[in-house]
């Protein structure tokens, strides 16, 4: 719990996340007892008890009413399957191929094997699940787990989409989002407005309730979005940005599809010039169109959405350069732990400094996605966006003075290891500043988001 309880400590205003952590094949153990009591309560096998709780996200009481009011509308997967070895060749309907093996998942739909172990591993592989239904599309059973296991070509793919399953179905689990991790994350905390992450073994930083990346201080809901913008929307945007531009009289974006740059708005008849953005009439007696011009008047939304993604994207990269500062802060320890009456434990103020950086960079990040959210001209977003700008400001102050490298002598040393505490608690002090504010705003609703 190392990571929630040293923010815990920072900012105070935090609740403790109460977590562990096991290897995937746990998960076994700790599921035994409500698939026991629910295979047992409804008669039927282990199997369908861990189908049916998948299905109902683990919610038992829900599972038990709506069984006992219509158990065949909810108990899609059959009990009962067979192989079916025919004396003589038969086509199967899927392949069109003689077979002689063929599968009867128990609802009377018959396919060979072949068919079915290659559709069984193409869902696994695609859909990490093991939700997989009969192969005639008009018919809803559930193919039994026997089944899966016993012809999927790779057992290992059967039981990470097992895992997947059941972690996905349970809100006190929480699987690594790491592709190589083995892990899995346990935890009974309800959600909070603001979401911690938590270290897995693997070193994967995560957010609990939501599986992505942590993202603190912003909550899940508003990342969730801003994903959706940066991953799906981003060139979209992109392409709008650098191909149209409003009307100049009434303001209709208009898309430029030809080399002339005599532009007319087809909605007002406004002739313009696409390059200065000024009227056509009188153009060419104060042609200015090769000066550079401010043009930060420029308000329309995929402007502003660069505007956030473009210091969301800068922070990002600021953060993997300074982990190269690693090999300048040792270069300054080597030298620094030869002057006189210098230890090494008062060299400690250096590797504290740079944590302080990468943690306040993190910071910094997920605060653009949520500024990006917050509506304009509200005095909480204006306290927002001080307060991250006063943070931002020392931030860069301290980054700065990390990349100086020490040449000097026991005086020069401690002007430096002065300097740079006190830069440290600087950027310390600013980010709890942030930080607090946010929650609080949150927690009481003081922020209003656009639609």
Not at 43 to 65: G, R, V
Not at 137 to 158: G, P
Not at 188 to 195: G, H
Not at 281 to 300: A, L, P, R, V
Request: aromatic share 12%.
């Amino acid at each position: 719990m190392e990571i929630s309880t040293q923010l815990v400590k920072k900012y105070k205003s935090i609740d403790i996340i109460k977590y562990e952590i096991f290897p995937t094949e746990k998960i076994n153990e700790l599921i035994t007892d409500d698939c026991t009591e629910v295979s047992t309560t409804l008669s039927i096998t282990q199997e369908q008890a861990l189908y049916l709780l998948i299905y109902f996200k683990w919610n038992k009481n829900k599972l038990f009413d709506n069984y006992f009011e219509d158990s065949e509308k909810y108990l899609l997967m059959p009990q009962k399957w067979e192989i079916i070895n025919y004396i003589s060749l038969q086509s199967c309907f899927i392949c069109a191929e003689d077979k002689s093996e063929f599968i009867d998942i128990g609802c009377n739909h018959i396919f060979c094997i072949d068919c079915y172990r290659s559709y069984i591993d193409n869902h696994l592989i695609q859909n990490k699940n093991i939700d997989i239904q009969c192969m005639d599309t008009n018919c809803k059973m559930r193919i039994n787990y026997e089944i899966i296991k016993k012809f999927a070509n790779h057992n290992t793919l059967f039981q990470a989409a097992r895992i997947r399953s059941i972690i996905a179905a349970n809100k006190q689990y929480r699987i690594c989002e790491n592709n190589d991790c083995t892990y899995f994350i346990y935890s009974r905390a309800p959600q909070d407005i603001t979401s911690i992450g938590i270290n897995c073994h693997c070193n994967q930083n995560i957010c609990f309730y939501c599986g992505n990346k942590s993202h603190f201080p912003a909550p899940c809901s508003i990342i969730n979005t801003w994903n959706s913008y940066y991953n799906t929307e981003k060139d979209t945007l992109n392409w709008i940005a650098q191909n149209t531009k409003y009307c100049i009289k009434c303001n209709t974006r208009i898309e430029k599809n030809g080399g002339c740059n005599k532009i007319i708005c087809t909605k007002c008849n406004q002739w313009f010039c696409w390059i200065c953005m000024n009227m056509w009439e009188g153009h060419n007696n104060s042609y200015q169109c090769n000066k550079y011009k401010n043009t930060s008047s420029d308000n329309n939304s995929v402007s502003r959405y660069f505007h956030y993604v473009l210091r969301f994207d800068n922070h990002k990269k600021s953060i993997e350069y300074e982990k190269e500062l690693e090999k300048n802060i040792q270069e300054n320890l080597q030298v620094m732990i030869k002057l006189p009456n210098i230890a090494r434990i008062n060299l400690e103020f250096l590797l504290d400094a740079a944590r302080e950086l990468i943690e306040c960079r993190k910071i910094l990040i997920w605060t653009y996605p949520l500024a990006f959210f917050l509506l304009e001209e509200n005095s909480r977003t204006i306290i927002f966006e001080e307060n991250q700008a006063h943070l931002e400001l020392a931030v860069e102050e301290i980054s700065s003075y990390l990349e100086i490298k020490f040449i000097g002598n026991e005086n020069d040393f401690n002007n430096y290891r002065y300097k740079l505490i006190h830069l440290t608690n600087l950027v310390k002090e600013r980010s709890v500043i942030l930080v607090e504010s946010i929650i609080d705003d949150m927690r009481n609703k003081r922020f209003y988001y656009k639609k």
